[in-house]
Each structure stands twice: as C-alpha cells, then as structure tokens.
T-cell receptor, first 113, second 117 residues
Framework: GQSLEQPSEVTAVEGAIVQINCTYQ??????LSWYQQHDGGAPTFLSY????GLEETGRFSSFLSRSDSYGYLLLQELQMKDSASYFC??????????????FGQGTELSVKP | AAGVIQSPRHLIKEKRETATLKCYPI?????VYWYQQGPGQDPQFLIS???????DKGSIPDRFSAQQFSDYHSELNMSSLELGDSALYFC????????????????FGPGTRLTVT
C-alpha cells in the first residue's frame, strides 16, 4: 500500500520560516510533489523533486531524500496569503506509466500577523 | 493562459439520482485525471485517461464511470448517488511524463461541488 505522513497543522508568524515534513511509503516511486490549496480552491502545483537534494523556487524550496523516503517543503518570508493547506504527493510508478498522484492528508498552515 | 474547465461548478442532487460532471483539459494536454475530495480530506484519485484510453483506476465506485471523448474532454458519470458522494470533484490535466526526472505538474480545474441531499 501507499501512505504519506505530514503534520496536520502548523502555525507561524509573518516573515518567519516554516518547514513542512513528509514521509512516504510507496510500492513504486517517481518523485515527490507539493501542492498548495486554499480553502475551497483547486490544488496548485508548487514543486517536484525526483532526485535527492534541494529545489528552490522563489520563497519556496523543496527537499528530497530518497534513501530516507522523506521530503520537506520550506516556506520563507511567510505572508498572510500563504495560509492554506499544503499537500505532499507521490507520483507512483506503475506498469501503465500513469501519473496518478497519491496525496498526503495535508498540512494546514496558519500565518499570524 | 487557458486552464482546465469544469462544469457545472455546483450541483445539487437527491439520493439515487444521477449526475454528470464535465472536464475540458488544457489544449494539447494528453492526460486527464479525476479526483474526489471530501470535506477536510485529501484528494483521492478516481480514474485517469491517456489519449482517450483509460490509463489507471483508483478508488472509483462501480456506480461511477468515466470516459474521454475525441475532443479530449472527459465526463464523470455518477449513478445511484449516495449522501457520501457529496464532495469536491476535481479534474486535472497534464502531459504524461514517462520517466521520473521531468517536472510532474498536474493542472487542476476549479472543481465541481456536488451536494447529495
């Protein structure tokens, strides 16, 4: 089976840095993605790691360690608009080479003034 | 830039009725995915299509079926609706990446909020 674990909620203040961790167990693994979802909105893509290491995109960075089945999303210079749910997701490797995503339960980030 | 279009945005049905959700992927995307998201839950993969053929199947009830048409739009058909089917239904589209190194970005539509009463 597949499972992803991430904290259910995180609270931080504006301007701070927050790290959201994700551990996963899957039968096959292509890479780890992160999606942001505001309440009632659609998930939007943030980042993707297929190889070990850090990927940086503006204020957001994502890290992957395949040997540890672990990754994290780092958000810097937090803004109020960053308050949202953040999902890690694994793209599974399967015989059909499909791209279905298996999502974690989501981390609700609350940014306080 | 064109995004994924879903219709209707909101749908209210009674138990045992049927519903049809439509999805229009981003032009030239070859893969369509359907996800179901209950309140406070993560999106659950239902089914996907690559080049109009079903490519993968997840936790989709037998009461649900889906297809992708020649113009690449997709429809999710839901019959014998139950209260538990009330959820947000997202369609996403992407270019299928067959390897593992390419950026894997799925573009999600705004969703259809289905309420079963």
């Amino acid at each position: 089976g597949q499972s992803l674990e991430q904290p259910s909620e995180v609270t931080a203040v504006e301007g701070a840095i927050v790290q959201i961790n994700c551990t996963y167990q899957t039968s096959g693994f292509y890479g780890l993605s992160w999606y942001q979802q505001h309440d009632g909105g659609a998930p939007t893509f943030l980042s993707y790691n297929a190889l070990d290491g850090l990927e940086e995109t503006g204020r957001f960075s994502s890290f992957l360690s395949r040997s540890d089945s672990y990754g994290y999303l780092l958000l810097q210079e937090l803004q109020m608009k960053d308050s949202a749910s953040y999902f890690c997701a694994v793209r599974e490797k399967d015989e059909n080479q499909g791209g279905k995503l298996i999502f974690g339960q989501g981390t609700e980030l609350s940014v306080k003034p | 830039a064109a995004g994924v279009i879903q219709s209707p945005r909101h749908l209210i049905k009674e138990k045992r009725e049927t519903a049809t959700l439509k999805c229009y992927p981003i032009p030239r995307h070859d893969t369509v995915y359907w996800y179901q998201q209950g309140p406070g839950q993560d999106p659950q993969f239902l089914i996907s299509f690559y080049e109009k053929m079903q490519s993968d199947k997840g936790s989709i009830p037998d009461r649900f079926s889906a297809q992708q048409f020649s113009d690449y739009h997709s429809e999710l058909n839901m019959s014998s609706l139950e209260l538990g089917d009330s959820a947000l239904y997202f369609c996403a589209s992407s270019f299928l990446v067959s390897g593992g190194l390419e950026k894997d970005e799925q573009y999600f539509g705004p969703g259809t909020r289905l309420t079963v009463t």
